[in-house]
């Protein structure tokens, strides 16, 4: 992939979960943030799939970064995305991102590019912990979860400064591990199980490759932690809550949040049962622990 070598700054963003609204504010408030941005760097629950919604989502995305002056946005697949059609299109050219239109392009799992001075690493994927509520091959999909052998294989490639994953890690932030200490929807053992060996891998790949960053999306919540190491483990927010952005300076490798105007994201009150987990109002995540 081709980048500019000058770039200094690239944005990085949560899950956006095809919101049409929101990313017409979200890309302008980049701009406005941080002329000259040309990346976006996307966590996943981006919105890849092949019907109408996600052809549409797709053409806003590209209209709102054209107009911001975004080059391209590179996506780290999430566990909500169009796997089936993924696997077939990583399938026909192994180890090269797929694009999706002149801008937007999906990263293979393991796969290492370079912005300015700095080495990133893409790790996609992560357990949907409400797979049981959901039908295979429909909205669930087995390939969501990242296996041994891509882990071996990511590893194998050496260090990055910037590793970008879709899941959390074992001991990440305060945040994330509050929500995973809990468990209000009642999910089975197996769920839970399954959720564990997806962090287990995405886990053994930040120790691995020992980035100097972890960016992740997944867990719709925004926080960060700094281990004695001086490693940082960062989760954005998603659509519609604050701190889904963050801008990233390449040279020193700071990075603070970019704030977007707050727009409610509408929680689907149906089968995804993860989604109204995430997003439960601020007053039952406190009294879980009673």
Known sequence: MDFLSEETHVAIAGDWHSNINWVGKAIPSIARDAPGVKTILHLGDFGIGSGARARKFLEAVDYWCAKAGISRVLITPGNHEGWAWLEDAFAAQPGVPVSLSSIVAVLPRGYRFEIGTRTFMSFGGAASVDYEMRLAGVDWFAAEMP?????????????????????????????????????????????????????ALVTQAWRGITPTLLFHGHMHVADETRFPSGQQVISLGRDGQPRNLALLELPT??????????????????RDWETQFLNRPADEMSGEGS
Request: proline letters at 8%; a negative charge.
């Open 147 to 199: 296996t041994q052998h891509d882990v071996d294989l990511a590893i194998r490639g050496g260090t990055a400064d910037v590793l970008l994953t879709h899941e959390t890690i074992d001991g990440g932030t305060p945040a994330t591990e509050t929500i995973l200490s809990h468990n209000p929807l009642g999910f089975s053992p197996d769920a839970l199980d399954y959720s564990r060996q997806s962090r």
């Open 253 to 270: 490798l700071d990075w603070r949040w970019v704030d977007a105007p707050p727009v409610a994201a509408p929680v689907r009150r149906t």
